[in-house]
DNA sequence: CTGGCTGCAAAAGATTTGCATAACG
DNA sequence: CGTTATGCAAATCTTTTGCAGCCAG
């Protein structure tokens, strides 16, 4: 797999600092900032970057399939860097922190197709909630 | 199952014209929308209905666990009066359509041990993304 | 009566858009 | 060099808040 950089030059994307750094930030695994947060961080390697230039960056990288929109239950979206191997999350309701589940003992995902109402379904996305450890021995 | 009005007075809520109107609105399956969607069709019945006011019931039936909100792709948040019946959504990535699945052959939600990072999980959300049978066939 | 609702308008938060300038290839 | 991306500010959209008056119980 190759890094992120490489895969979008590849598509054609200029690669300029902006995007760079962006992808830079969106490393690793249990990464979901909002994109108010990836602008923060940025800033601090590229400090003239702008909040719009952010927000193209994500939506160009979310339309390439580069990452992911993660819906909460905040106003503001959350980006997840992981879109290349399926997972679900495990969100907490109480200090709101948000954890990757890889599908191990995969859970079967299909929906039978009587239930199916006739969609050709093209994902599946599983959010489970309740506490994390920490919440739950407070 | 009592119908809303009834169990919104039990729980001691003033019974007003705006709170039956938005009760009303929200009604049977496959009801998805946004406070905007609400608002509009309560001022239908009601000339006078105010945004904030639909926006403040919309959060306190949310609150009392009467409806549940659904996380879409659009800004909008959007409101599901299906609460008390557990089931899951599909989603029509073509024309944006959402439809309740009730887990017939319920597809195992339960998370194995050694995946669910010390979380005490209490509710399973499942999404599926695909085309409807219209957009399937154009 | 009286505290809990409502409506209005204004504020706050998140994201998008328009346009002149900068810089990748 | 010619596009294409950036940065800034203003515009948009969604939701929340503040406050005076109204009404269900």
Redesign the pocket.
């Known amino acids: 797999m190759s890094n992120l950089p490489e895969r979008l ?1 590849e598509r054609g ?7 760079r750094v962006v992808a830079e930030v969106l490393t690793g695994d249990h990464v979901h900032l ?3 947060e990836v602008h923060t961080r940025a800033s601090r390697q ?1 400090p ?12 160009d990288l979310v339309a390439l399939g580069e990452i992911r929109e993660v819906s909460t239950d ?4 959350r980006y997840d860097p992981n879109a290349h191997r399926p997972h679900h999350h495990l969100i907490c309701t109480g200090c709101g922190t948000i954890r990757d589940v890889h599908p191990t003992a995969d859970p079967t995902t299909t929906l039978p197709a009587p239930a199916r109402l006739g969609f050709t379904i093209t994902t599946t996305e599983i959010t489970y909630r309740g506490l994390c450890p920490t919440c739950t021995h407070p």
């Open positions: 030059r994307w200029r690669l300029t600092a902006q995007r909002t994109a108010d590229l003239e970057i702008g909040r719009a230039t952010v927000y193209n960056i994500l939506n905040d106003r503001a979206k």
